[in-house]
């Protein structure tokens, strides 16, 4: 049985424009940095990797990262005074999580969320 992601590793074609953006984040970086062509930063007890591509190589849309930040609202707030822009605004879901999203600065799609208290919960978990 698989119990958890140790790690995600994304493509970019600039590091240092994503290192900038993870460590507005406020991700640990360990390893790597702008001039590298693999960085890794910490997330909880897993890793997120960022990995240096040639321009040539694309991608298209893959899917969604979900990290839980118990703090979603402060987060959005810094982004946007960083700079960034969310797609959307943080708001309360109905399967029991506060949310945003946004994208990286080279396109992969992100959502920072977090469980609301049961006393916030719109629908209980027998509505999921």
Do not use: K
């Given at each position: 049985?698989?119990?958890a992601i140790s790690a995600v590793t994304l493509a970019?074609?600039?590091?240092?424009?994503?290192?900038?953006?993870?460590c507005a984040l406020g991700?640990?970086?360990?390893?790597?940095?702008?001039?590298?062509?693999?960085?890794?930063?910490?997330?909880?007890?897993?890793?997120?990797?960022?990995?240096?591509?040639?321009?040539?190589?694309?991608?298209?849309?893959?899917?969604?990262?979900?990290?839980?930040?118990?703090?979603?609202?402060?987060?959005?707030?810094?982004?946007?005074?960083?700079?960034?822009?969310?797609?959307?605004?943080?708001?309360?879901?109905?399967?029991?999580?506060?949310?945003?999203?946004?994208?990286?600065?080279?396109?992969?799609?992100?959502?920072?969320?977090?469980?609301?208290?049961?006393?916030?919960?719109?629908?209980?978990?027998?509505?999921?």
């Amino acid at each position: 049985m698989v119990t958890a992601i140790s790690a995600v590793t994304l493509a970019t074609h600039d590091m240092r424009r994503a290192v900038a953006f993870y460590c507005a984040l406020g991700l640990e970086m360990l390893y790597g940095g702008e001039g590298a062509t693999f960085t890794s930063f910490r997330i909880g007890s897993g890793y997120l990797n960022l990995i240096a591509q040639p321009p040539e190589r694309r991608w298209s849309w893959w899917g969604r990262v979900i990290f839980y930040d118990p703090d979603v609202d402060g987060l959005h707030r810094r982004l946007v005074a960083a700079g960034y822009r969310p797609s959307t605004e943080p708001r309360d879901a109905e399967w029991g999580e506060r949310f945003f999203h946004i994208t990286d600065p080279d396109g992969h799609e992100l959502s920072f969320a977090w469980p609301l208290s049961d006393s916030r919960r719109r629908t209980g978990p027998e509505a999921l």
